[in-house]
């Protein structure tokens, strides 16, 4: 039994990165996992104002975690798109917390390593999980006396240009899943909606029959895309749908003992 902890910078980032694995781990494998979402998502809208989008936007990530069966989704509450302003050991600090409290063995993040993050919050939550990683099995860092130490032993790392990411999660049984939770985002289908509307009207495309679409028909749109783009990253393992990670093993013992003792449920297809 291993328990998984998802970290993230905004309310979406999870349903589109790994969300179809994640449910897997908890409906095949009975896993308990747990997501931590660091922003208040207050800048994820054209239309909402502040006080609406954060209240919304914590809402629709709860009914996500219920799709997905997580245990809980917690919020850290930073100002989405200010991360880079919060000293990062305060940050790296809520993660060790959560992993020593939840006894995290698996995490999920944004790829510390990964080129072509062009968000600040990605690449913030990214280090601050890296770190904490490694150092929520000290008992010298985190938040002193709250919680024992604790060894996390793997990592699954996504990114939106993945590099050296051979792991390869067959999600052909849970993509419908992983589209139902990004769905529940009802804000975020919006924002994403409207800056594909803004980019067409930008560069002169004629969208004029996506101005007016209906909910449903929107929302099909995205699931559509989603669905393209996991087809995608199937074509590499030869899976219908997949989604991809960096996979990466903590600890020293296997050296030590000289024997795999950690086997990753979804082991890294060399590619
Ligand atoms: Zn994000």
Same mark, same amino acid.
């Given at each position: ?34 997501? *931590?979402? %660091?922003?208040?998502? =207050?800048? /994820?809208?054209?239309?909402?104002? !502040?006080? +609406?989008? #954060?209240? @919304? ?10 799709? *997905?069966? %997580?245990?809980?989704? =917690?919020? /850290?509450?930073?100002?989405?798109? !200010?991360? +880079?302003? #919060?000293? @990062? ?183």
């Amino acid at each position: 039994m291993k328990t998984v902890l998802v970290v993230v910078a905004h309310g979406d980032d999870m349903e589109f990165m790994c969300a179809g694995t994640v449910y897997r781990w908890v409906k095949e494998y009975n896993f308990p996992a747990y997501e *931590l979402i %660091l922003t208040d998502n =207050r800048k /994820g809208t054209y239309t909402l104002k !502040e006080s +609406e989008i #954060i209240g @919304k936007s914590k809402e629709e990530a709860i009914e996500a975690g219920k799709v *997905l069966g %997580l245990k809980e989704v =917690r919020f /850290g509450n930073f100002i989405d798109g !200010e991360l +880079e302003d #919060i000293p @990062k050991k305060h940050i790296r600090n809520i993660v060790i917390d959560m992993i020593r409290e939840v006894k995290a063995n698996i995490v999920l993040s944004w790829d510390p390593f990964a080129a072509g993050e062009d968000h600040p919050d990605h690449r913030v939550t990214a280090m601050a999980t890296y770190e904490a990683i490694s150092f929520s099995s000290n008992p010298n860092f985190g938040t002193p006396g709250l919680y024992p130490p604790h060894f996390v032993s793997e990592a699954y790392w996504f990114a939106k240009k993945p590099e050296n990411a051979f792991t390869f999660v067959d999600i052909t049984e849970s993509i419908d899943k992983k589209i139902e939770a990004l769905l529940k985002h009802e804000t975020q289908m919006e924002l994403t909606f409207d800056s594909l509307k803004l980019e067409a009207e930008t560069l002169g495309i004629d969208l004029s029959g996506l101005a007016n679409v209906d909910r449903d028909t929107r929302n099909q749109i995205i699931a559509n895309a989603v669905k393209d783009y996991t087809a995608e990253k199937g074509k590499v393992p030869g899976y219908k749908h997949a989604e991809q990670f960096r996979y990466e093993k903590f600890g020293m013992i296997e050296m030590v003992l000289g024997q795999e003792i950690i086997k990753p449920e979804f082991p890294p297809i060399n590619v």
